[in-house]
């Protein structure tokens, strides 16, 4: 039973679940909904330039799937690929959600990698956060920029594990490892993602929860996969917690001989 004490505190909110997924990809609002609820997340990403949440009447509303009463909507700015662009849409989400401050910002490069522009990404991180925006962002596995950014203000840091959608799990684990041991902000791998252990793994490194879209809606049963998450976001971060063995090159016998009878 994971230890309902041990909460993720982001802005000064406390979360139970370190599982924060995405909205997007889902062949309906039934699925979206249903895998939402098996991956027990409570804030949930919303990307403001591709989703209906009400600034289109005569279309299905996604909050209707996904209540704001029930969940954090954390409004993204996926697709912006300038900072005017990136700071326009967390303005139209803070209008549309009625002054919700809580955003994620992620300023694109290109659209083959989707790799952050790291310049514009720092450029709209500082505007937003003078604008009382608190900003959790997605970056490169960068330390030194991962710095710069919880400098400027940002509630938290979002380093990506592979390139967004490629399933290819963490391909730098030093790097993420360099930027929990150097924050003072929540650090959440964001992007790259495939499968369950690739989220154990990112937990036991110490980071303090997971963002995850394509490896949940791009599975062949959502849900299960969503149920799948939920259980290797807990068993990393206890495992975490625990403390592993150290790693050892020869083996070590596990009952002691010291005073046995021969």
Do not use: W
Not at 79 to 90: F, K, L, S
Not at 175 to 195: K, M, R, Y
């Amino acid at each position: 039973m994971t230890n309902t004490t041990d909460q993720l505190i982001i802005a000064d909110k406390a979360y139970n679940s370190r599982l924060l997924t995405g909205s997007g990809k889902y062949k309906d609002l039934d699925e979206t909904r249903a895998a939402t609820e098996a991956s027990g997340a409570e804030i949930v990403t919303v990307a403001i330039r591709r989703t209906n949440i009400g600034q289109n009447p005569d279309e299905p509303n996604l909050l209707d799937a996904l209540p704001p009463e029930k969940y954090t909507i954390l409004p993204n700015t996926a697709g912006c690929y300038t900072t005017e662009d990136a700071v326009r849409t967390c303005r139209l989400a803070r209008e549309l959600l009625d002054g919700h401050d809580l955003v994620k910002l992620e300023v694109l490069g290109d659209e083959k990698t989707l790799f952050p522009d790291i310049t514009a990404t720092l450029e709209a991180a500082e505007i937003l956060v003078k604008d009382n925006f608190k900003v959790m962002v997605y970056t490169n596995d960068d330390p030194i920029i991962a710095r710069r950014l919880e400098e400027i203000g940002c509630v938290a840091v979002m380093p990506l594990a592979a390139p967004i959608g490629s399933g290819l799990g963490i391909r730098n684990p030093y790097n993420i490892l360099t930027i929990v041991e150097n924050a003072n902000v929540p650090i959440l791998v964001d992007a790259g993602v495939g499968t369950a252990s690739d989220a154990a793994i990112a937990m036991e490194l110490g980071c303090d929860g997971i963002l995850m879209n394509t490896a949940i809606a791009a599975a062949q049963n959502p849900v299960l996969m969503a149920s799948a998450m939920k259980k290797a976001v807990e068993a990393g971060r206890e495992a975490f917690l625990a403390g592993r063995m150290p790693r050892k090159r020869f083996a070590s016998a596990s009952s002691p001989i010291d005073g046995t009878f021969f």
